[in-house]
């Protein structure tokens, strides 16, 4: 309980004191966008690393030979934990947005640092405002900027790690349409940090794998019409693996 509390203390202070460093790269960001999202995400991944050593985790890191270093790709992983996202941030190269559900455009400050990072906000109610964020994913990974994505939409509450929700088949469409690289990604443990007993927050010692590139169009058809559901099972070999 005692390190949920700290960190929460650490979340409102970068909050709140961190206000001023946030006007400043809104007002780098109007000069020159690339610096600000560069700026702006080695804060951020500095934040990220803060809180994960706080919470006592161990973070292995495999396949990071299979990322590319000359393009960007869509990070296509499993989602149990809210320190995925943490995990993920911190353990890739470059500029990298995250696809978010629409609701964490209410929380003020936070948003404006998700906007500065690349982060997209993805309604999946409104197939018109889902389509249009789709596009503008697609139009980062154009301009070098690596995307990730959650096909699950939502956290897996299973008690097995390979107890995934059905991957949603348009979330693949970014790397579908842009060309660019699919890499899987798999996390194991990520849940046993806090939300398999909230509101404590316990060391774990947790994997992330990151799979060989998979281009959508050198799939075989059957493939390529369920590139989702082929994804999924990619990366279930993973876990396996890694378990």
């Known amino acids: 309980m005692i390190r949920f509390l700290i960190l929460c203390m650490i979340l409102a202070g970068f ?26 995400t080695k804060i951020v991944r500095f934040m990220f690393s803060l809180f994960l050593k706080v919470a006592g985790v161990k973070v292995t890191v495999k396949g990071a030979e299979n990322i590319p270093t000359d393009k960007a790709v869509l990070y296509v992983g499993n989602h149990r934990s809210y320190f995925d996202i943490l995990v993920g941030y ?13 609701e964490m455009r209410k929380f003020p ?15 999946r109610q409104d197939i018109k405002a889902g389509l249009k964020t789709i596009l503008e994913g697609i139009e980062y990974v154009k301009s070098g900027i690596s995307m990730w994505i959650f096909p699950e939409g939502t956290r897996a509450r299973g008690k097995d790690e390979l107890d995934m929700i059905q991957f949603k ?14 890499i899987p990604v798999a996390m194991v443990r990520t849940a046993d940090i806090f939300e398999k007993h909230t509101p404590r927050v316990v060391p774990t010692e947790v994997t992330v794998y990151y799979g060989k590139p998979i281009y959508i169009k050198e799939l075989e ?15 279930a070999d993973m876990i396996r693996e890694i378990m």
């Open 169 to 182: 088949e348009g979330s693949l469409k970014i790397a579908e349409k842009s060309g660019c690289p699919v």
């Open 109 to 123: 400050i936070l948003n404006r640092w998700m906007d500065n990072v690349n982060c997209l906000f993805l309604d």
């Open 221 to 235: 058809p059957e493939q390529r019409k369920r590139a989702g559901a082929y994804t999924k099972e990619v990366i």
């Open 90 to 102: 911190t353990t890739t190269p470059g500029l990298v947005g995250f696809i978010a559900k629409k």
């Open 15 to 40: 909050l709140i004191f961190g206000y001023p460093l946030l006007i400043m790269q809104n007002s780098l960001g109007k000069k020159d966008p690339t610096a600000r999202g560069h700026e702006s």
